[in-house]
């Protein structure tokens, strides 16, 4: 039993790498976050304590890389990894990514870039979706579903434009 939760809270650092690293200049999976790690231990004698459990809080130090990045660098990788994702998951989440890739989105846009530490963005799909499951979102649940689509809504609003109203100089339509 130790080893499982030592092994879920170290499976589940995908999850933190999908949303909160970015392929910057300097390093292709460098972490744009803060995190604070607590342990939780169950004293089992004076000399023994086995791993109980752990929460983990998460503080996104750059917000901004949602909606700007260097052009030969990369947004967070979750995105990249949903754009990957296998076609008929990307059809259950939401018919609008079928046939689309990085270039269909703004706020992703092209990339050199085909693997990170040596994983391609459909693998990192695959992570992040198995680590998800770790936590109780599960393949087919709503919430799961809700997650995914949150995401595409980020990615489409990178898609408006905003133009002067040719009738009021002080509004945009």
């Known amino acids: 039993e130790d080893n ?11 999850l933190l790498e ?38 983990c809080e998460t503080y996104l130090l750059e917000k901004s890389r949602v909606t700007l990045h260097h052009p030969e660098e990369r947004t967070y990788h979750v995105f990249y990894q949903l754009l990957a994702a296998p076609p008929q998951v990307k059809a259950d989440i939401w ?29 990192g799909f695959e992570m992040t979706s198995r680590a998800l ?3 109780g979102l599960t393949p087919g649940s709503p919430d799961l579903k809700m997650l995914w689509r949150a995401l595409c809504i980020v990615l489409q609003l990178g898609n408006l434009d905003f133009l002067p109203d040719p009738q009021n100089s002080d509004a945009s339509i």
């Open 4 to 14: 499982l939760i030592v092994r879920k809270v170290l499976d589940t650092n995908p």
């Open 18 to 55: 999908a949303f909160g690293n970015a392929q910057t200049l300097r390093n292709d999976n460098s972490s744009r976050f803060g995190k604070y790690l607590q342990l939780q231990f169950d004293r089992q004698s004076e000399s023994k304590c086995v791993l109980a459990g752990s929460k």
């Open 95 to 123: 018919e609008g990514l079928v046939d689309t890739d990085n270039e269909s989105f703004d706020y992703v846009g092209f990339t050199n870039t085909t693997q990170i530490e040596g994983k391609s963005d459909a693998e």
């Open 133 to 135: 499951e770790l936590i």
